[in-house]
């Protein structure tokens, strides 16, 4: 049995947990500091209160070290890995995989995953791209590290940043394994058949003409995501490619006052604000637009918003710090344009119009994505696992 730690359930990493256990015959424990995302929370950079709306707990065996109703706690930073110890010792698994090194409840699952003495999985974002760092803290946290990936038995490395992450600390090829970031894509109507009737239906809806080209940001509404310069970028288009353009906001945050007050200002583009939306009410919004845009100024450790567009044909727009640029990104599924720079995503946004509304395209979109599956993350893990377990 497979054991794996983690702060709360997670949507992106449930359908993996599941997979592994169902197809490739890893049985999988989790173990959960906390239910907040099933209890319901208020996440505070979204501003809004939630709960996921798609299954997260069934196809493995769940356990939780506290529960929102009896008192545990609502938020990320708050979750403790108190009787994680206890618990491991009564599970005793075959190996263990812990999910990042950040915040300190990661860093204790460690310890504690360490003292079973038996093999364990490390499986997070790592990059080097998303914090800027100088040379002291670089230095430090690569001593810090190095100790961390040497002692763990394998490394799943998501992506092309994190396996160069891995690389440059020193981490030999045999401890690697592919294990991609991935979206469930069962809670989507992502084919051409529902294309063609959700493009029509939500930008009636919406309110959008059917001969404009939309331009999507789906996410946190907020300085760090850069949707700010999606407006400013658009708002230096031609007149001609500004009035044939709708801005659609999915999301809330902080700075979607600030947003509503510069559409104000002109020239301006057709700007239309949806709120946040749940999973299973995305589709309708992915085959609305014709582009994905996500500017994100630093701290876009990946961005799985461009997989759940591709996964639906469309194209994206994204920043140098977009994590998953190098390996979702290409001249035929969007664009890469300087982070911070509003000429740059002006010329991007020019460049990707030959882009929009070809067939070949979203073929193309959804070949490339398909490699970053559910079914690949689960046998990687499955690969890891067998090959420390059989090796014990």
């Given at each position: 049995?497979?054991?794996?730690?983690?702060?709360?359930?997670?949507?992106?990493?449930?359908?993996?947990?599941?997979?592994?256990?169902?197809?490739?015959?890893?049985?999988?424990?989790?173990?959960?500091?906390?239910?907040?995302?099933?209890?319901?929370?208020?996440?505070?950079?979204?501003?809004?209160?939630?709960?996921?709306?798609?299954?997260?707990?069934?196809?493995?065996?769940?356990?939780?070290?506290?529960?929102?109703?009896?008192?545990?706690?609502?938020?990320?930073?708050?979750?403790?890995?108190?009787?994680?110890?206890?618990?491991?010792?009564?599970?005793?698994?075959?190996?263990?995989?812990?999910?990042?090194?950040?915040?300190?409840?990661?860093?204790?699952?460690?310890?504690?995953?360490?003292?079973?003495?038996?093999?364990?999985?490390?499986?997070?974002?790592?990059?080097?791209?998303?914090?800027?760092?100088?040379?002291?803290?670089?230095?430090?946290?690569?001593?810090?590290?190095?100790?961390?990936?040497?002692?763990?038995?394998?490394?799943?490395?998501?992506?092309?940043?994190?396996?160069?992450?891995?690389?440059?600390?020193?981490?030999?090829?045999?401890?690697?394994?592919?294990?991609?970031?991935?979206?469930?894509?069962?809670?989507?109507?992502?084919?051409?058949?529902?294309?063609?009737?959700?493009?029509?239906?939500?930008?009636?809806?919406?309110?959008?003409?059917?001969?404009?080209?939309?331009?999507?940001?789906?996410?946190?509404?907020?300085?760090?995501?850069?949707?700010?310069?999606?407006?400013?970028?658009?708002?230096?288009?031609?007149?001609e490619w500004r009035d044939g353009s709708v801005v659609l906001f999915v999301g809330s945050g902080e700075l979607r006052q600030a947003?509503?007050?510069?559409?104000?200002?002109?020239?301006?583009?057709?700007?239309?604000?949806?709120?946040?939306?749940?999973?299973?009410?995305?589709?309708?919004?992915?085959?609305?637009?014709?582009?994905?845009?996500?500017?994100?100024?630093?701290?876009?450790?990946?961005?799985?918003?461009?997989?759940?567009?591709?996964?639906?044909?469309?194209?994206?727009?994204?920043?140098?710090?977009?994590?998953?640029?190098?390996?979702?990104?290409?001249?035929?599924?969007?664009?890469?344009?300087?982070?911070?720079?509003?000429?740059?995503?002006?010329?991007?946004?020019?460049?990707?119009?030959?882009?929009?509304?070809?067939?070949?395209?979203?073929?193309?979109?959804?070949?490339?994505?398909?490699?970053?599956?559910?079914?690949?993350?689960?046998?990687?893990?499955?690969?890891?696992?067998?090959?420390?377990?059989?090796?014990?």
């Amino acid at each position: 049995m497979l054991a794996v730690i983690e702060t709360h359930p997670i949507q992106y990493h449930a359908p993996v947990y599941r997979a592994l256990q169902a197809q490739f015959g890893v049985p999988v424990t989790a173990i959960y500091g906390s239910d907040f995302s099933i209890a319901g929370y208020r996440d505070q950079e979204f501003g809004a209160t939630f709960a996921w709306d798609t299954d997260l707990l069934s196809g493995y065996q769940p356990l939780f070290l506290s529960r929102v109703a009896q008192g545990g706690p609502r938020a990320v930073d708050q979750v403790s890995a108190r009787g994680l110890e206890r618990t491991l010792r009564q599970l005793a698994p075959r190996a263990t995989m812990v999910c990042g090194y950040s915040p300190r409840f990661h860093q204790v699952a460690l310890f504690h995953a360490w003292r079973t003495r038996r093999p364990v999985l490390f499986r997070a974002e790592t990059t080097d791209h998303a914090q800027p760092r100088g040379r002291l803290k670089t230095w430090v946290r690569d001593r810090a590290l190095c100790s961390i990936y040497g002692r763990c038995d394998r490394l799943l490395y998501v992506g092309k940043r994190s396996y160069q992450h891995y690389k440059r600390l020193g981490c030999p090829d045999e401890k690697l394994v592919f294990s991609p970031y991935c979206v469930d894509t069962t809670p989507f109507t992502a084919d051409e058949a529902s294309r063609a009737r959700l493009r029509t239906t939500t930008r009636e809806r919406l309110g959008i003409p059917p001969d404009r080209t939309v331009l999507l940001f789906s996410g946190k509404l907020s300085t760090l995501k850069g949707a700010d310069l999606l407006l400013r970028a658009v708002k230096q288009m031609s007149t001609e490619w500004r009035d044939g353009s709708v801005v659609l906001f999915v999301g809330s945050g902080e700075l979607r006052q600030a947003l509503a007050e510069d559409d104000g200002r002109s020239p301006s583009p057709m700007v239309v604000f949806a709120g946040f939306q749940n999973q299973t009410q995305l589709s309708g919004y992915y085959h609305t637009a014709d582009l994905l845009v996500l500017p994100s100024r630093h701290s876009e450790t990946w961005g799985l918003v461009v997989n759940e567009a591709l996964h639906h044909g469309l194209p994206c727009i994204v920043s140098g710090e977009v994590g998953c640029g190098p390996d979702l990104i290409a001249p035929d599924t969007g664009q890469t344009f300087e982070t911070g720079s509003v000429p740059a995503l002006a010329a991007a946004l020019q460049r990707a119009k030959v882009l929009v509304g070809r067939a070949e395209v979203r073929d193309r979109c959804r070949a490339t994505v398909d490699r970053y599956s559910v079914q690949r993350a689960a046998a990687g893990i499955a690969q890891a696992y067998r090959a420390v377990t059989e090796a014990a």
